[in-house]
């Protein structure tokens, strides 16, 4: 169980477009989902908190104009990088909460998309 | 601040011998840890964690770290490393507003 899918796993696109990766729940229902990117040999840095039904709360520094969070539904959160440019290539991770946990601060991970921007 | 400290960013061992991966945190309270292991490109996943129960937690694979509060510390052991144990391994704990705090990581190598 708690199984977090994203899609897709790799994606490489030209600079200048936008391009949607889609983070799932399979098997529970998720009242949050948290988006992270990791630059390579880096650690993990928190984009994002995306509540259902709610507009994501974003970290300081982080682009909303840029990283639009969209969570429609209690098992999708999708995240878009409008007009990515080169630096913004990076792994991009997702993680989701569920719904009435009993371990409320667990965070399930999705395994990842890794974008490129030529 | 709430923060983690890894101690060493890389830790390499011979196949059957020891792992020990060192995390320190500060903080004003006991928060919730977490150890997780990532694999070259894929996802984290979690190996244990501790939320205020016995501070001995037992994992995945053969992993288990202790909670020592007087030394506010969350190392990770194993007592006898495996080819597959290479990986990233990053020590986590709960920061506000239900976020996690990652600490940067420490790459185990593991030597035949």
């Known amino acids: 169980g708690a199984v977090v899918s994203q899609h897709p796993s790799r994606v490489i696109c030209k600079s200048g477009t936008s391009v949607k990766i889609e983070c799932r729940s399979l098997d529970f229902q998720a009242t949050t989902m948290f988006w992270y990117r990791q630059f390579p040999k880096q650690s993990l840095m928190l984009m994002a908190t995306s509540n259902e039904g709610s507009k994501a709360t974003y970290e300081q520094g982080v682009e909303k104009d840029k990283f639009l969070i969209n969570h429609a539904s209690l098992t999708l959160s999708t995240l878009t990088v409008t007009s990515a440019h080169p630096e913004d290539s990076s792994f991009y991770i997702c993680?989701?909460?569920?719904?009435?946990?009993?371990?409320?601060?667990?965070?399930?991970f999705g395994p990842g998309t890794r974008l490129t921007v030529l | 601040a709430q923060s983690v400290t890894q101690l060493d960013s890389h830790v390499s061992v011979s196949e059957g011998t020891p792992v020990l991966l060192r995390c320190n945190y500060s903080s004003s309270y006991s928060p919730s840890l977490f150890w997780y292991v990532q694999h070259p490109n894929k996802g984290l996943q979690l190996l244990l964690k501790y939320t205020s129960a016995a501070t001995l937690v037992k994992g995945i694979n053969g992993f288990e770290a202790e909670f020592k509060k007087s030394e506010t510390s969350f190392h990770l052991t194993k007592p006898s490393a495996h080819m597959s144990d290479a990986a990233e391994y990053f020590c986590?704990?709960?920061?506000?507003?239900?976020?996690?705090?990652f600490g940067a990581g420490t790459r185990l190598a593991v030597h035949p």
């Open positions: 993680s989701a909460r569920a719904r009435g946990s009993g371990a409320p601060l667990e965070q399930f």
């Open positions: 986590v704990r709960t920061g506000g507003y239900n976020k996690l705090i």
